[in-house]
Structures are given as C-alpha cells and as structure tokens.
C-alpha cells in the first residue's frame, strides 16, 4: 500500500539532530511520566501523559474529542499500512464509546473517500472494501488495568455503508 504512511517528517531532535520520519516519528513514550511519576505519586491513572493531553484540549478549534480521534486515526492508519508496530492510541479511553472518528464516518461517500484515501494507502473502492476481510485488531490492545480495549476500526464503518454515497 501507499499513501501518507511513506510521507516523511524532518524534525529535530533534543540534540539539534535532523530526524526524520513516517508519522511515527511523533510518537513518543515518556518514561518520566508513565512510570517513574505515576509511581512516585502513586497513581491509579492508566497515563498521565494521557491525562495531560486531555486537561490541555481546551482550544476550540480542538477540543478533546478531536484530539482523541486524531489519536485513533493514527493507530488505524498504522495497524492498515503494516507499520513494525501500531499506534497506541493513549488517549482512546477519554472517547465516547459511541462516537464515530469524522474522517471514518464519512468514508460512506465516494467523494470523501477520494479525498481520504491516500492516509490508508487505498487507491481505489475496491481496496477499502477487501479491507473488512482482512483488518486484524491487535488482540489485547488496551492499558494494563483497564476493561476497555482500543475501538476497533471495523467499529468505526460499516461495510455495506462504505462508498455507498455519493
């Protein structure tokens, strides 16, 4: 597959060091947050740099419901283009079960579809289509401690809904 998944990033790192990337290269664990000070103050968060982000989203261009959907377009466009490892999408438990990513939710119209194929590497209908029998969820994809997992992509569209608009 191709798409903006081969899309690189040049940033600089905290040496000043020209880095470069997939979409990947923005994703960082920072160990001083979800470990050593969720352990010094004895945290029963799942992540504080979750947390974090989540008290931050208060922009009104993005609110946290987009920033947490943001997130999970991220893990979904990892898992479909076979990156070495998926997206861990940490902000997926401060999301409405219910709530449906936009950019997902509008693959029902040919005409978004155009417009969003290339984040999955899709070139045509048909591409997305066979997705469905072959999408694998990472098993077990959740936070240690929490009941629920990561949605699933197949949640998100449905495969009779897809490019069934115009």
Known sequence: MVGSSRTEFFIKDRYQ??????????????????????????????????????QRANLKKYPKHKIVHADLLLHYMAVLTAHRWPWFPRLYVYGDSAGKVDVLHRLKSRRHFQKAKALFGFTDENELKSMFETYKQPEGY????????????????????????P
């Open 17 to 54: 060091r020209i880095e470069h990337g997939s979409f990947q290269i923005f994703y960082n664990w920072l160990k001083s947050l979800d470990e050593i000070r969720k352990h010094r103050i004895s945290s029963r968060m799942l992540s504080i740099t979750a947390e974090t982000l989540v």
């Open 142 to 165: 959740r936070y240690d401690g929490s009941f629920e997992s990561v949605p699933s992509l197949l949640a998100q569209i449905n495969r009779e809904e897809a490019c069934s608009l």
